[in-house]
């Protein structure tokens, strides 16, 4: 089986300026063709094999739709380019989701999207999240992957803020600081930890084992669109669940499509892949990982306004989706 994607078009990374010249208060997909073809925008970022499904949804697209991918650097740019109304659907972390429903923001996770993709990885020789005692690590801070780096070293007696040495670094700096000797482990996402495992870092621990679990990225939208047009948002749920069971399907076209469209190494890709387990449901466990997600989230002032986990998860569109199937 071979995934298929789309070519991103010319003007995909400009898309956002073009939509922001319409009106503010207009929200939903825009017709495009004298024929009534309907394109929806997308948002995801760049070269993230947890945040590939966008690019599968072209050949997937349900008669009358049409998509286009706008790449963004991080979550939070996906997530206000979403609540703006600048694209209408975003495949980004669901960290993102919660700071802005915090926030008071209208964006709903209408599907999931990818579960891990996190990992605690440090120089040869580290064994066991024990051994990072008095040791610099390396994280992103506000991030999921930071929750999780502190509710592991928790499990095992460590205090995050005096039993290591914590150094706040973006994503990409992560596996060069810790080649180059600066840190001596990090916690972060993928695709830092498969490049640090294949110039020969270890992982230490699992960053997995907690009440968060694997929870990472998810598909979102507005309520208003959801509102105004439940039908698109049905199709393009719909969508989604079809790229992403092909991903998890054949892991290793999944691989050499990332690899096609952002030029990573092979070996990097197919590690990252491992560590990544796609996935759309919305289930009893998920919403459960997401509650422990927003009460950590809190727990470190990454949010101050209150989060209602069942208003921020819709799973209608799955629901119907698992009904028709």
Known sequence: MRLTRPLVTASALLAVAGLAACSPDSAGATPADEDGTTVVTVGTLKGQPHLYHPFLY??????????????????????????SGNIDFGVAGVPSAV????????????AAAADGGSGIIGREGLDGIESLAGLTVGYPQGS???ILLRLTLESAGLDADSDVELVNLPFSDMASALAAG???????????????????????????DTPVGRVNIGLYTTGDLIEEDPD???????THIAATEQMAADPQA???????????????????????????????????????????????KQIDGEVDVEALLDTTFVDASTATS
């Open 58 to 83: 072209a050949d997937l697209a349900p008669e009358g739709v049409e998509f286009e991918v706008v790449q963004f650097d991080t979550s939070p740019d996906i997530k206000n380019a979403v609540v």
């Open 254 to 300: 999944w691989a050499d499509g990332v690899v096609a469209e952002f030029g990573i190494d092979q070996a990097v890709v197919e590690t990252a892949i491992e560590n990544i387990w796609p996935r759309w449901e919305i289930d009893a466990e998920y919403t459960e990982q997401v509650g422990a997600l927003v009460e950590q989230m809190a727990a470190l």
């Open 182 to 208: 600066r840190i001596d482990a990090f916690s972060s996402a993928e695709l830092g930890p498969s490049t640090a495992l294949q110039a020969g870092a270890v992982q230490v621990a699992s960053p997995y």
């Open 232 to 238: 698109l948002v049905q199709q393009v749920v719909d």
């Open 144 to 146: 999921s992957q930071e």
């Open 99 to 110: 700071s802005g429903s915090a926030a008071g923001q209208d964006v709903v996770v209408v």
